[in-house]
């Protein structure tokens, strides 16, 4: 079976690479392959948020061009074809002087964002919230998104322009006069006279099949959901995520057995800012990216004892009535777990690598969703050689680490914007 684009991965990355090569007259056939259905690891695990602020310009003009792209996409496609709701993205603290990601100091930010800091007016507009909060940075363009409504909207079209789809792993990739033999666990070999590595968390099983390696790390980061029986959060409460780090308010005998056990002892650290919330059909999705450790990907990844206890117990600090839920969590309890796979500077990695028509879209640690169509539009232009490329694209290309400019961009970064 001869092909002529093979991309490896079928998270939205992958798709939305997919699309915009056959959206953009692609001549070569184009193949994706997924070990398992489309959107059903990392993807499936995701937030579903988007917001167009960050602290970084390039970052910034990314998410936009991908928020842009999925308004363009619902009006060509009807706005039914996807769920995109400008619900809101709040940050809050009770601390005045926190300065929220750094964002504040940036001028260019103000158009953006809108701060409140009246006490008086955070109780009316926002009663559920501690009346201690003394600060709210509002994101002014920022929502919720159907992520699999997105994704399959853009897999229909895809396979009407001609993609085809294979359900089978990637064992291994071998290049012979030029092109690449990608041999498949279903016994098929496809040959390939480029390859887009859209691989998730896998980002480097894959580039390592073409002796190719990135600096990206996976940290496998927890969201759950609850009912929400007293209806403590209103359902058009935007989200919200609290900035400042804390030191959990456990009890006297909660103190005394978590140090008693060693595998409890994390309950006890402090823990850092980004605990964050937001209304669901379901109830309530909370999620809280402490971890930080870097952890080689499993398809099926462990549990996490007293996850659920621990956030809510974080997120009564600035939601008091969830403490109702710490003792007695409303069931039924889903919980999910996905890797963030980013970069030290927490940009993605977008375009050609040092192989020879090998491609890459990845490390979208976070974000994923919200610039999947910015990021697979970048891709496809990168492998059509379009010469007309966006000024976001220099900072995430797989050589960035061999630019001096942007490398001292890099170390002198603030903030990378990770929730």
Known sequence: M?????ICGAGIAGISTAYYLLKNNCKSKVVLVDKNQPLSFTTSKSGENYRDYWPQECMQNF???SILLMKDLRLKYGSDSFKMIESGYNFISHHKENPIFDIESNDKSKALLEKI???????RDYPYLDKKIAKIIK???AGKIDVYDLGNLLLREAKKMGLQF??????SISKINGDYKVNLASKETLNASKIVISSGPFINTIANMLDLHFPVINTLQRKFIIPDPKNIIPKNMPFTIYADSQKLNWSKDEIAFFSSDEKLHWLLQEFPGGLHIKPETEG????WAFQTESEIPEWHPKNFDLFPQAVLKGASRFIPELAAYEEDIPTPIIEYAGYYTRTKENWPIIGPTKEKNVFVVGALAGYGTMSACAAGELC????LKSIDLPS?????HPLKYENPKIMNLINNLKSDGQL
């Not at 001869?2 to 093979?6: F, G, L």
């Not at 976001?392 to 995430?396: D, G, K, L, R, T």
């Open 117 to 123: 800091d009246d006490t008086a007016i955070i109780q």
């Open 63 to 65: 998410v936009s061009r």
């Open 166 to 171: 294979i359900q089978s792993e990637v064992l």
């Open 392 to 396: 976001y694209a220099e900072y995430f």
């Open 380 to 383: 496809a232009n990168h492998i």
């Open 2 to 6: 001869a092909t002529s684009i093979v």
């Open 284 to 287: 309530i999705k909370l999620g």
């Open 139 to 141: 994101i002014k363009n």
